[in-house]
């Protein structure tokens, strides 16, 4: 099916929702419509944690990255990063990114293999997927994680609401296993609109559970995975 027939519906915070967005459409074409429903709210904690000058900063998201960088002395300052929208992130704000280019387990084979000195403090969100502090201890190396922001529930727009009762299929991009659980609760009963989820890894798979229907998986954790995985779930759509 041509996604000009369809919904683009997006849970991700705004601004990751609107770049991402554009990259879809970039590659594959405009859709009928894309809703941008963010099911999370990335809010700052206060006050920010003290960050030893000499340690090892570990990021897995670009939230942290953003919350973090106005705090972090010495611009210039080597960080090690999950993936390329993260270590992006971490350029934009005047840091200098090792880039793992896949998940936690990325990182911590990077980090693992690069053997930083000092203390590895890996600055997340209260609610975190993947331990990255546990894997990198079986590596025999020192770390602890520091939560810098909670990513506080919301209910899905009016316009979300509607688009799941509405009759144009939609694709849903899932990044996040806790956006994924809070997605599959918030959706009362069975959609009437025919529903594509995209997951970006099988912890999202799983936490979507055993609500219908099954999705399709990227088969890996990048944008470029996931927009080929979009794609693919765009062709379950029959045309009829």
Same mark, same amino acid.
């Given at each position: 099916m041509n996604p000009s027939k369809l919904t683009l519906l997006l849970t991700r915070p705004a601004p990751a929702s609107a770049r991402f967005a554009a990259e879809v459409e970039g590659q594959l074409g405009a859709f009928a419509e894309v809703i941008a429903s963010p099911i999370l709210e990335i809010v700052p904690l206060v006050p920010f944690p003290g960050v030893p000058d000499g340690a090892t900063l570990a990021f897995t998201s670009e939230n942290a990255v953003r919350v973090a960088a106005p705090f972090l002395s010495a611009p210039g300052r080597v960080v090690w990063c999950v993936g390329p929208r993260t270590a992006e992130a971490a350029r934009e704000a005047g840091l200098v990114p090792k880039d793992a280019k896949g998940d936690a387990a990325d990182l911590a084979a990077l980090l693992a293999t &690069?053997? @930083?000195r000092g203390d590895i403090?890996?600055? $997340?969100?209260l609610h975190q997927a993947g331990d990255l502090v !546990? *894997?990198? *201890? *079986? %590596?025999?190396? =020192? !770390?602890r994680r520091v939560a810098i922001y909670d990513q506080i %529930? *919301? @209910?899905? $727009?009016?316009? !979300?609401? =509607?688009?799941? &009762?509405?009759a144009r299929p939609i694709i849903l991009p899932l990044f996040s296993p806790r956006s994924a659980r809070l997605l %599959?609760?918030?959706l009362p009963g069975r959609p009437r609109a025919p529903v594509a989820p995209v997951f970006f890894s099988q912890a999202v798979a799983a936490a979507w559970g055993p609500k219908p229907p099954p999705g399709v998986t990227a088969e890996d954790p990048n944008a470029d995975a996931m927009i080929t995985a979009i794609a693919h779930a765009i062709d379950t759509f029959s045309d009829a």
């Open positions: &690069d053997a @930083p403090v890996h600055l $997340s969100g !546990a *894997r990198l *201890r *079986r %590596a025999g190396l =020192a !770390a %529930a *919301r @209910p899905l $727009s009016e316009a !979300a609401l =509607a688009a799941f &009762d509405g %599959a609760g918030a």
